[in-house]
C-alpha cells in the first residue's frame, strides 16, 4: 500500500509540466549568520524570515498576521498575552512543533549570548499552558508585545540541542550559524558563507504558497555597480539596493524594473558617551571632548545634511529629525526641526566647550550596509574638517564593523536603524537611547553608552501605556529629551531601490525585508 | 654586453658630460626613434606635473576641510547647477576636482611604483649575487622560492602580503602604513625578475680572470660582486627596472582598484577609478574616463619607454 502510494506520488511529480521557477537574486551583504537569535541586522532577519517563522509576521503592508501563533490574547488585565498555537506544524527535519519549542526558543533568544534579547526586556515569565498555548508575561501592560516579537522566530528544542546548538554563539558560530531548521516557507539546500546561498521550497509549509520558486539561489555582490551589471545581463532576476544614480538609466531600460520607496530606516551618527579618552586620530588618549554636549551639538550643526541629499542622494532621501521617520507610530511631529546648518555655530560652540582649534578622531563606518555609506561618512569627515575637527575615517565590511562597534573601538559612528517588529518609536528608545542594562535587555545596540535617568524613568510606561495620547505625551518628552543632548545626530532616511527583471513580480515591504513567498516568476 | 661608458666613442678631448652624452650611440638612437621620444615626453610630462602637483592643481583634494559637497558630480567644463563652479575635468561625488585628484593620485602611484621596484631591486640584486656567486645550498633554496613565487600570479602575491601585512598593523596606524605596506606587498611580488637576471650576469662573470685575480689579491667576496660583478648586470637590470615600474603603477592601481591599497582619502588613480566605476552606468563617465586615460598613458609610456631602452642597451636581443 506503502509503496503504491509513493509510486502515485512519483508519477503525479513526473506528470507536472516541468516548470522549473529558479530565482537568483543578489543583494550588497551576505547574512552573517543563519542563526535567528544571534545578530539582530535586518539582512540577516530579513532573510532567514524565508526560512524561519515567528509566532507573529508582518503582513505585505505591515501589519500583524497570525503565523506559528493562530490567535493572541490579553491576559487579564494586561498583565501579559497568551498565543494560541498552531497544530500540525512540522520543522524542515519532520520534528513536530509545539509549546516547548517556543519556551526554548524564548529560552534561547533571551539569553545573554543573545543579540535579540532587548526585544524580551518586559517579559517576566513563560508559561507553558499545554501543547498548543503558551503565556507570555509582562512586567507591565505591553500592547505592542505581540508586533515586536515578529521577527523572533522558532527554532526546534530537538535539533538544536542535539547539535550543540543551544545558546546562539555570535562571535564563534556554532551548528545553527550555517545550518537551519525552521518551519518557513523555505528550506536551507546550501550555505555557503559570503558566496551562495541556495534556498529550496518546503513542501510541508502550513500555509499555502504564493510564489512559484522551485530554487532560489542568494549571491551578496559587494559592488552595486556590478549588481547593475548582473541585472542588467539577466544573471541575477532581482538586486537589492540599486545605487541612486542607476535608477534613472534602468527605468529606462528594456527588461528591467524598478521598485521605489521609503524605508523605515533613519541614518545617523552616534558618539562615544562613556569613554574616557578618544581612540583614533590625531588627539587618540587626549579625554573625550564628545562628552561634552556642545561638541556634540557643534558636530550636528555642522553636518550640511541637505547637501548630502542633494549630491550624493541625487534628491530622493528625506532629512530625519529624530530616530523614526514620520510614517512610523510614535513619531514625534512636536520635535520635527533638526539643528540647522550653521558651521560658524558649531565653531564657536567648539571653542565655547575649550576646543578653539579643533580635535582629531577616528570615525567608524560601513562601507557595504547602507547604500553610499562610505561617501556619506566621506562627505561628513570633509563637513567636519570645515570647522577644525578633523575625522579619521575607517571604513569597514559590515563583518568587521559590528564587533569593532561591540568592542568599543570608535570614537563616533554611522548607524542606521529600522525598528523591525513593533515599527515604534519604542523600539529604537529600547534599543539605542535606553542606558544599556544587560539584566534588563536594554540598550543592546547603544554602543556609546548614552544615558539619561528621566528617558529610563519614562521608557517603561511608554511601553505600558495603553492610551494613545499620553504615550505619545512621554514620546515627545524623551524625544526633546534625547534632542537637547544630541545623543545622537539623525541624518537622513534612505529610500529603497530595488530593480527587478520585468519578469518578476514581488513586494516590497517598508523594512525593506526581502519576502521570497512573495515573489512569482512568470 | 655593449656597455655605456664603451659603447660611446670617448675622445681624449676634453668633452662636457653632456657633450659626451650627445655624442653617444645611446643619444642617438634615441633621436632617431621617434617611439622613444614621444614616450619619453609624456612620461617627464606626467612625472613632472606629478611632483609638481601641489603648484599646478587648483585645489588640494586631500584636504577634507576645502572641500564642497555641493560641487558633487559637476561635469567637465560646465557651471555646477548650485555653486556655479567650473572644473576642467569635472568633479566626482565628493565634489572634488577631479584634475586636483589625478595630479595628487599619480603621485601616490608613481611614489608607491618606484619605492616598489626599488625595494624589488635592492632585494633581487641582493639575492641573485649571493646566489650566482656562492651557488650551493643558498642558490638552490633562494632560486626555488623564487621559482614558487613565479607560478603565482604576481598581484595575488601582493594581496597575500598585503592583507598579512594589514592583519599585523594596530587599526589606529592602518590609514598611515597602507602605502608603505602596499609598497613592500608590490615589490615583494616583484624581486624574482631582478634575481634571475643577477645571478645569470653572476654565473657568467664569475669565472672569468679578472675576477680570479680580485680574487687573489684578496678582495672580499662582498666587494667582488658590488664593486666587479655587479656593474656587468647594470644595463638588463635598468631595462627591468623601467618595464617593472610600468608594472608595478599598474599592480598598485589594481589592488586599489579591489580596495585593499591606498585609502580613500587619500585616492591614487587605482582608487579613482574604483570610485569612478561606481558612476558608469548613471553618465558620469568624465570621473571614470580621465584618471583612466591617465593611467593608460602613464603605464604605457613607461612601457615603451622600456621597450626601447631593452633594446639599445642590448643591441643582441634586436
Known amino acids: 500500500m506503502l509503496h503504491r502510494t509513493s509510486a502515485l506520488v512519483l508519477t503525479a511529480v513526473l506528470a507536472t509540466p516541468a516548470m522549473a521557477e529558479e530565482f537568483q537574486w543578489a543583494g550588497r551583504t551576505d547574512p552573517q549568520t543563519m542563526d535567528p537569535h544571534a545578530v539582530s541586522s535586518a539582512p540577516v532577519l530579513g532573510f532567514l524570515n524565508n526560512v524561519y517563522d515567528g509566532l507573529v509576521r508582518m503582513s505585505k503592508d505591515m501589519k500583524v498576521e497570525p503565523s506559528l501563533a493562530e490567535s493572541w490574547e490579553p491576559i487579564g488585565d494586561g498583565e501579559g498575552w497568551r498565543f494560541t498555537l498552531r497544530q500540525g506544524v512540522t520543522f524542515h527535519d519532520g520534528a513536530a512543533f509545539d509549546a516547548d519549542d517556543v519556551l526554548f526558543s524564548y529560552e534561547r533568544a533571551s539569553d545573554e549570548s543573545a543579540d535579540v534579547r532587548s526585544w524580551f526586556s518586559p517579559v517576566t515569565e513563560v508559561k507553558v499552558v499545554d501543547d498548543f498555548t503558551i503565556e507570555f508575561y509582562t512586567n507591565a501592560p505591553n500592547p505592542l508585545f505581540p508586533a515586536s516579537i515578529a521577527n523572533w522566530m522558532i527554532m526546534d528544542r530537538g535539533w538544536t540541542e542535539a547539535n550543540n546548538a543551544a545558546r546562539p554563539d555570535k562571535e564563534n558560530g556554532n551548528f545553527a550559524t550555517l545550518n537551519v531548521n525552521g518551519t518557513g516557507a523555505f528550506k536551507l539546500e546550501d550555505r555557503q558563507p559570503g558566496l551562495t546561498t541556495t534556498l529550496v521550497p518546503n513542501e510541508n509549509w502550513w500555509d499555502e504558497a504564493e510564489h512559484n520558486i522551485t530554487r532560489a539561489t542568494f549571491t551578496p555582490i559587494q559592488n552595486p555597480a556590478t549588481a547593475v551589471a548582473a541585472l542588467l545581463s539577466g544573471d541575477v532576476d532581482f538586486v537589492e539596493p540599486v545605487p541612486i544614480q542607476d535608477a534613472a538609466r534602468l527605468e529606462a531600460s528594456d527588461g528591467v524594473n524598478i521598485i521605489r520607496g521609503i524605508e523605515t530606516r533613519t541614518i545617523m551618527l552616534g558618539f562615544a558617551h562613556e569613554a574616557d579618552t578618544l581612540k583614533y586620530g590625531a588627539n587618540a588618549g587626549d579625554p573625550n571632548p564628545f562628552k561634552d554636549v556642545r561638541v556634540r551639538e557643534a558636530v550636528a550643526k555642522a553636518i550640511n545634511v541637505d547637501a548630502i541629499l542633494q549630491t550624493i542622494w541625487r534628491g530622493s532621501a528625506e532629512a530625519a529629525s529624530q530616530l523614526v521617520t514620520p510614517a512610523l507610530s510614535g513619531y514625534s511631529a512636536a520635535n520635527a526641526a533638526r539643528p540647522s546648518y550653521d558651521p560658524d555655530a558649531a565653531k564657536a560652540l567648539l571653542a565655547d566647550a575649550g576646543y578653539p582649534d579643533g580635535f582629531g578622531f577616528g570615525l567608524k563606518c560601513p562601507n557595504d550596509r547602507y547604500p553610499n555609506d562610505e561617501s556619506v561618512c566621506q562627505a561628513i569627515t570633509g563637513m567636519l574638517a570645515q570647522v577644525g575637527i578633523s575625522a579619521e575615517l575607517d571604513a569597514m565590511p559590515v563583518s568587521n564593523y559590528w564587533p569593532e562597534l561591540r568592542a568599543d573601538n570608535f570614537d563616533m559612528y554611522l548607524l542606521g536603524w529600522s525598528p523591525g517588529g513593533s515599527l515604534d518609536h519604542e523600539h529604537p528608545l529600547r534599543f539605542l537611547a535606553s542606558t544599556p542594562n544587560e539584566e534588563k535587555r536594554l540598550g543592546s545596540w547603544n554602543f556609546g553608552g548614552y544615558s539619561n535617568a528621566r528617558l529610563d524613568e519614562l521608557l517603561p510606561s511608554i511601553l505600558s501605556e495603553i492610551d494613545p495620547a499620553a504615550r505619545q505625551a512621554m514620546i515627545d518628552e524623551v524625544t526633546a529629551l534625547y534632542q537637547s543632548e544630541h545623543a545622537y545626530v539623525p541624518l537622513y532616511t534612505q529610500p529603497l531601490v530595488w530593480g527587478t527583471r520585468d519578469n518578476i513580480e514581488l513586494t516590497q515591504r517598508p523594512d525593506n525585508f526581502f519576502i521570497l513567498r512573495w515573489v512569482t516568476v512568470n | ?318
Not at chain 2, 656593474?231 to 637590470?237: D, E, F, G, I, M
Request: proline residues 6%; contains cysteine; aromatic residues 12%.
Open chain 2, 1 to 318: 654586453m655593449a656597455d655605456l661608458s664603451t659603447s660611446a666613442p670617448t675622445k681624449p678631448g676634453r668633452k662636457g658630460r653632456w657633450a659626451r652624452f650627445a655624442d653617444s650611440d645611446f643619444f642617438y638612437s634615441f633621436k632617431r626613434s621617434p617611439v622613444a621620444v614621444v614616450s619619453f615626453t609624456v612620461t617627464m610630462l606626467l612625472v613632472l606635473s606629478a611632483v609638481f602637483a601641489p603648484l599646478i592643481a587648483p585645489t588640494n583634494p586631500f584636504d577634507p576641510a576645502s572641500l564642497n559637497l555641493m560641487n558633487g558630480f559637476t561635469p567637465p567644463m560646465e557651471p555646477n547647477a548650485f555653486t556655479q563652479e567650473s572644473f576642467l575635468m569635472g568633479t566626482d561625488d565628493q565634489g572634488r576636482d577631479v584634475f586636483s585628484t589625478i595630479l595628487y593620485g599619480m603621485r601616490i602611484s608613481l611614489f608607491v611604483g618606484a619605492a616598489a621596484v626599488l625595494f624589488a631591486m635592492v632585494l633581487g640584486i641582493f639575492l641573485g649575487l649571493v646566489s650566482g656567486y656562492f651557488g650551493g645550498w643558498t642558490e638552490t633554496i633562494i632560486m626555488r622560492i623564487a621559482d614558487v613565487q613565479l607560478t603565482f600570479p604576481s598581484i595575488l602575491v601582493a594581496m597575500l602580503i598585503f592583507g598579512i601585512a594589514k592583519g599585523f598593523t594596530p587599526v589606529e596606524y592602518r590609514d598611515q602604513m597602507a602605502i608603505w605596506v602596499l609598497i613592500i606587498a608590490i615589490g615583494l611580488s616583484d624581486w624574482v625578475q631582478f634575481a634571475r637576471v643577477v645571478r645569470g650576469t653572476t654565473l657568467v662573470e664569475k669565472n672569468k680572470d679578472y675576477v680570479a685575480a680580485a680574487r687573489l689579491i684578496g678582495r672580499s667576496p662582498w666587494a667582488i660582486m658590488i664593486k666587479h660583478i655587479l656593474p656587468n648586470a647594470l644595463s638588463p637590470v635598468l631595462v627591468i627596472a623601467t618595464i617593472s615600474l610600468a608594472l608595478a603603477i599598474i599592480a598598485e592601481a589594481t589592488l586599489s582598484f579591489l580596495g585593499v591599497g591606498a585609502p580613500p582619502t587619500q585616492p591614487s588613480l587605482g582608487t579613482l577609478i574604483r570610485i569612478g566605476q561606481g558612476f558608469l552606468f548613471s553618465g558620469e563617465w568624465w570621473i571614470l574616463f580621465f584618471p583612466a586615460c591617465t593611467l593608460l598613458a602613464l603605464a604605457l609610456s613607461v612601457n615603451l619607454l622600456g621597450d626601447w631602452l631593452r633594446d639599445a642597451l642590448n643591441p643582441r636581443l634586436k
